[in-house]
């Protein structure tokens, strides 16, 4: 059966199927790239869902229709809105992931500073010596869940590269509590998802008060973890040497804005909990599907030992083709802060537009047997604009796109120059889960190292 929604102005909206939200939210949640993928079988490439506690999402799955929704991100399209309400107790109020408008617009231009294409590459030796130093730990001929061991090396880069930290103690310190604030946010925004924002709120507010429950683990693990990054703020911005460190978080500390003001103490913190958020999980997460695929393709997986070090090509190939066919993030949605005309459908403000990488990704026109894992069709070869987003579009594209990038380039090379992944014999390709925000691995990538 299918919905027809109507909007305020009378002009239909796009359709969508006639279940209940509770309905719709169930198959969502059970399954959300099967559900979403017969629903654009049904329904073409722009149909409407309708889930609890969040407004109707208009989803597209058309390369010129995702150009358009990027092109919002100038007029009526607030991104971040959308995640506000799982993100801002996470990241502060002063984060690009939940900003919009001129605010946004300054945050993103203070970090953008670090992340400039010329000072990225001095960090990859540093990377591959963290991956080296923790495939040495791996144990040969025995089974492994990679995904966690990718989230080490990421948690490692992010600490001695992004924050700069170098205290072993500090080091250890944050290594125990930063998995903890992100494992105690997850079961928060899991709750959020089904809740308005006004009920979530009172309740999170009295669940604090209660021992062991997810809201207090949360506050206390967010209040130890900020406890240790205020004083290495204070610490850094009193060192000696600021001028010359060339971690992240040092250039942050020197970077100023158009009316050459710096950033605040609260700024610098929301800032480095925005890359924890959108660096940490996301890049092991990517990583751990490179190896899930390698494992499951030999042809690709000797041809990149063969080229690595040559130069990146094949491997940036690889790279792509997994974030192709196993997207990390599935979809970048906006509120709308007003109305929407497109494919002739009325869209009224306050609902959401979507682009769904997983559709975009796998269009027959957009990409010859979009199924099949060929590295292959990304070397010497010009995508169509819109029809490739690993990483977003429109002025809301991943701002650490390059250092994500980097940081693949520098570990996977480490990992299969020293060991050979195979996996138990018979076992059948990882499938997609939803964990978080991101699909993951459904069994966390299980491998087994052996001598190369």
């Given at each position: ?265 609260l700024e610098l913190r929301d800032g480095l909990m925005t890359l924890l958020e959108a660096g940490y999980e996301t890049t092991a997460t990517a990583m751990a599907w490179v190896f899930e695929r390698l494992v499951r ?33 599935p979809v970048m949605p906006r509120a709308l802060s007003g109305d929407l005309e497109l494919a002739g459908y009325h869209i009224p403000a306050g609902w959401w537009v979507a682009p769904s990488v997983p559709l975009l990704h796998g269009r027959e026109a957009s990409f010859d047997d979009p199924e099949v894992f060929r590295p292959e069709r990304f070397l010497d070869t010009d995508l ?69």
């Amino acid at each position: 059966m299918t919905s027809v929604h109507t909007s305020p102005a009378g002009v239909s909206a796009p359709p969508g199927p006639a279940a209940s939200k509770f309905g719709q939210t169930r198959n969502f949640v059970r399954d959300p790239i099967d559900y979403l993928d017969g629903l654009h079988r049904q329904f073409g490439d722009i149909f409407t869902v309708t889930l609890v506690g969040m407004p109707p999402i208009v989803y597209v799955a058309n390369p010129e229709l995702a150009r358009q929704v990027f092109a919002t991100d100038r007029s009526v399209g607030e991104a971040g809105k959308t995640r506000a309400d799982f993100l801002q107790r996470m990241v502060g109020d002063n984060s690009i992931l939940v900003e919009d408008g001129e605010s946004w617009l300054r945050h993103r231009k203070l970090l953008g500073s670090a992340f400039h294409a010329r000072y990225l590459q001095r960090y990859r030796e540093q990377i591959a010596e963290i991956a080296a130093a923790e495939v040495a730990r791996w144990t040969l001929e025995q089974e492994l869940v990679l995904r966690p061991r990718m989230q080490v090396i990421a948690l490692d880069v992010l600490l001695r590269v992004v924050f700069g930290i170098h205290d072993l103690e500090r080091v250890a310190q944050l290594r125990e509590m930063l998995p903890r604030l992100t494992a105690a946010a997850a079961r928060m925004e899991t709750v959020a998802f089904v809740l308005s924002r006004a009920a979530w709120t009172g309740l999170e507010s009295m669940l604090r008060k209660i021992p062991g429950s997810a809201a207090a683990r949360f506050a206390v693990a967010r209040a130890d973890v900020d406890r240790i990054l205020y004083d290495e703020i204070e610490r850094r911005r009193a060192a000696p040497d600021i001028a010359e460190r060339t971690d992240l978080m040092s250039q942050l500390l020197r970077a100023s804005d158009d009316d050459g003001e710096k950033m605040t103490d609260l700024e610098l913190r929301d800032g480095l909990m925005t890359l924890l958020e959108a660096g940490y999980e996301t890049t092991a997460t990517a990583m751990a599907w490179v190896f899930e695929r390698l494992v499951r393709h030999p042809r690709v997986h000797d041809r990149l030992v063969e080229e690595v070090d040559k130069d990146d090509k094949y491997l940036e190939a690889v790279i792509n083709e997994t974030l192709r066919t196993r997207p990390i993030v599935p979809v970048m949605p906006r509120a709308l802060s007003g109305d929407l005309e497109l494919a002739g459908y009325h869209i009224p403000a306050g609902w959401w537009v979507a682009p769904s990488v997983p559709l975009l990704h796998g269009r027959e026109a957009s990409f010859d047997d979009p199924e099949v894992f060929r590295p292959e069709r990304f070397l010497d070869t010009d995508l169509p604009r819109g029809t490739f987003l690993p990483f977003g579009g429109g002025r809301r594209h991943c701002l650490g796109a390059q250092f994500a990038m980097l940081e693949m380039k520098a570990v996977i090379p480490e990992v299969i120059k020293r060991v050979r992944l195979r996996t138990r014999a018979g076992a059948p390709p990882e499938q997609q889960r939803g964990s978080h925000v991101l699909l993951t691995p459904s069994e966390g990538c299980l491998v087994i190292p052996g001598k190369r």
